[in-house]
């Protein structure tokens, strides 16, 4: 696993260089996305969930253990092969038609009536050594019809799929036989993945499906990739995505066509300098109390971990880890918006920034929680102290931390049960009128209030 201050140093790395983008091309001077050969879908599903005719008793990495059938979706894996640009980080191209091959992961609807024509294209995280759809919320997400589509663009993610299971995965190559091993070869293989999704038939990757919308979405070290993409690259290349999602991590600082959604966890707010300000084409949410990596993802993936790891990580943190604040909600929001933004040209609500200090420190309440930001009623009507900060071993610092008020605390919150759980509903009737959370989520919230006996 990368020691996370090295991992730090890549990511500041890849922000300073985007600040000088690649020379920008005409529309008839860019350089057409090559579209890729896709076979599949690759037989195997995880145990109880086969594929007719499997002939290897093999699955995906991370396969979701999600009710995918109860909600009318399906996942699929194919093999995508072709011949791939290189760029470096300051948007030249090393090279040219560099033989490749790698994996794409697809969940989708199994029909056309429960799709709602946007597809979501996740750029996976590598930063633990291995492929991680960080950004699958699949409640969210099937609930909405999106479909999701996970790419293995990077060779840490794909060297590990190699070695997890040399039968189904041992072909897999995005170095160019070993020739481009700082991936260069990636921001041109996430883009042909992205171009796939227009093909036709039942067994294309979209198994036929209309796709109106296709969406750039990465999280972190993942963001940082896609920075270098849209600030250096993109301007000299075809444009396959019609809008990007920079979820806890950089975001480009070049005005393009394509709008650009940045969704950051408090963890990731640690300057009150904000690189650039709303626009026509860019949002910023900051989530309070929100973690980079926090307890909805960590709840999802630890039994993965056991599964096809053989362990979850544990942690010794200085403060109780993982903050129990939804930056998922905040997540959900954004796509939605994006994607009528694309559509309709209707820009997204802004969002009140974090308060810091004048000497640059965050501000805190009386409980310890970070002032401004988007406030969703776990901050607003708070049970608990939850905030981006933490520190110790390995990934500590990534995690928030979450800290239950003793029962004196609460008495004093809250006297009666009715009062507490109001106030949970109008915290959350407001962010929904202010188009930072779906129904949806705030129904969640206050099912989760509801079972939690407070105030009774």
Same mark, same amino acid.
Not at 202 to 230: C, F, N
Not at 258 to 270: A, G, H, I, N
Not at 282 to 294: K, T
Not at 363 to 383: E, K
């Given at each position: 696993?990368?020691?996370?201050?090295?991992?730090?140093?890549?990511?500041?790395?890849?922000?300073?260089?985007?600040?000088?983008?690649?020379?920008?091309?005409?529309?008839?001077?860019?350089?057409?996305?090559?579209?890729?050969?896709?076979?599949?879908?690759?037989?195997?599903?995880?145990?109880?969930?086969?594929?007719?005719?499997?002939?290897?008793?093999?699955?995906?990495?991370?396969?979701?253990?999600?009710?995918?059938?109860?909600?009318?979706?399906?996942?699929?894996?194919?093999?995508?092969?072709?011949?791939?640009?290189?760029?470096?980080?300051?948007?030249?191209?090393?090279?040219?038609?560099?033989?490749?091959?790698?994996?794409?992961?697809?969940?989708?609807?199994?029909?056309?009536?429960?799709?709602?024509?946007?597809?979501?294209?996740?750029?996976?995280?590598?930063?633990?050594?291995?492929?991680?759809?960080?950004?699958?919320?699949?409640?969210?997400?099937?609930?909405?019809?999106?479909?999701?589509?996970? %790419?293995?663009?990077?060779?840490? /993610?794909?060297?590990?799929?190699? &070695?997890?299971? $040399?039968? +189904?995965? @041992?072909?897999?190559? *995005?170095?160019?036989?070993?020739?481009?091993?700082?991936?260069?070869?990636?921001?041109?293989?996430?883009?042909?993945?992205?171009?796939?999704?227009?093909?036709?038939?039942?067994?294309?990757?979209?198994?036929?499906?209309?796709?109106?919308?296709?969406?750039?979405?990465?999280?972190?070290?993942?963001?940082?990739?896609?920075?270098?993409?849209?600030?250096?690259?993109?301007?000299? %290349?075809?444009?396959?995505?019609? /809008?990007?999602?920079?979820?806890? &991590?950089?975001? $480009?600082? +070049?005005? @393009?066509?394509?709008? *650009?959604?940045?969704v950051l966890s408090e963890t990731d707010v640690r300057t009150p300098v904000r690189p650039s300000p709303d626009t026509g084409q860019f949002r910023r949410w900051e989530v309070a109390g929100g973690a980079h990596s926090g307890w909805h993802g960590q709840q999802y993936r630890t039994p993965i971990s056991?599964?096809?790891?053989?362990?979850?990580?544990?942690?010794?943190?200085?403060?109780?880890?993982?903050?129990?604040?939804?930056?998922?909600?905040?997540?959900?929001?954004?796509?939605?918006?994006?994607? +009528?933004?694309?559509?309709?040209? *209707?820009?997204?609500?802004?969002?009140?920034?974090?308060?810091?200090?004048?000497?640059?420190?965050?501000?805190?309440?009386?409980?310890?929680?970070?002032?401004?930001?988007?406030?969703?009623?776990?901050?607003?009507?708070?049970?608990?102290?939850?905030?981006?900060?933490?520190?110790?071993?390995?990934?500590?610092?990534?995690?928030?931390?979450?800290?239950?008020?003793?029962?004196?605390?609460?008495?004093?919150?809250?006297?009666?049960?009715?009062?507490?759980?109001?106030?949970?509903? +109008?915290?959350?009737?407001?962010? *929904?009128?202010?188009?930072?959370?779906?129904?949806?989520?705030?129904?969640?919230?206050?099912?989760?209030?509801?079972?939690?006996?407070?105030?009774?």
């Amino acid at each position: 696993m990368r020691h996370p201050r090295a991992y730090y140093a890549a990511v500041a790395a890849a922000v300073i260089v985007t600040l000088v983008p690649g020379v920008p091309a005409t529309a008839d001077q860019r350089s057409p996305v090559s579209s890729p050969t896709v076979s599949g879908p690759i037989p195997g599903a995880v145990p109880g969930d086969r594929l007719a005719s499997a002939v290897e008793d093999t699955y995906p990495f991370f396969s979701t253990p999600d009710d995918l059938a109860a909600r009318g979706y399906v996942e699929r894996e194919f093999y995508l092969s072709g011949v791939a640009d290189g760029w470096d980080q300051q948007g030249v191209r090393v090279a040219t038609d560099v033989p490749y091959r790698t994996r794409i992961v697809v969940r989708r609807p199994a029909r056309g009536h429960g799709f709602n024509g946007t597809a979501l294209v996740e750029w996976q995280n590598v930063t633990a050594g291995y492929d991680l759809d960080a950004l699958w919320n699949g409640e969210a997400m099937m609930r909405a019809g999106y479909a999701w589509i996970g %790419v293995s663009a990077q060779r840490v /993610g794909v060297d590990q799929l190699r &070695g997890w299971s $040399p039968a +189904r995965y @041992g072909s897999l190559d *995005v170095t160019g036989g070993g020739r481009y091993l700082a991936d260069e070869l990636s921001y041109d293989i996430f883009a042909q993945a992205a171009k796939t999704l227009g093909a036709r038939g039942s067994r294309a990757p979209m198994g036929g499906l209309d796709v109106r919308t296709v969406l750039a979405i990465g999280a972190s070290q993942s963001a940082a990739r896609m920075t270098v993409y849209y600030q250096s690259i993109l301007p000299q %290349v075809e444009p396959v995505f019609d /809008g990007y999602a920079f979820i806890v &991590g950089s975001a $480009p600082t +070049r005005v @393009g066509t394509e709008p *650009v959604f940045q969704v950051l966890s408090e963890t990731d707010v640690r300057t009150p300098v904000r690189p650039s300000p709303d626009t026509g084409q860019f949002r910023r949410w900051e989530v309070a109390g929100g973690a980079h990596s926090g307890w909805h993802g960590q709840q999802y993936r630890t039994p993965i971990s056991v599964r096809d790891l053989g362990a979850a990580p544990v942690y010794d943190c200085a403060q109780p880890p993982f903050s129990r604040v939804p930056v998922n909600h905040a997540t959900a929001a954004a796509y939605d918006h994006l994607v +009528r933004w694309v559509r309709k040209g *209707v820009a997204p609500p802004t969002a009140p920034p974090l308060v810091f200090h004048a000497d640059g420190t965050k501000a805190r309440d009386s409980l310890g929680l970070a002032l401004g930001g988007i406030r969703y009623s776990q901050v607003s009507v708070p049970t608990a102290r939850n905030t981006g900060d933490n520190a110790g071993q390995s990934f500590c610092f990534l995690f928030g931390s979450h800290q239950p008020f003793d029962e004196a605390t609460l008495d004093g919150l809250y006297p009666t049960r009715a009062g507490y759980l109001a106030r949970v509903v +109008r915290a959350d009737l407001s962010n *929904v009128h202010a188009g930072y959370l779906l129904p949806a989520d705030a129904r969640g919230n206050l099912r989760e209030a509801l079972a939690s006996g407070v105030g009774g």
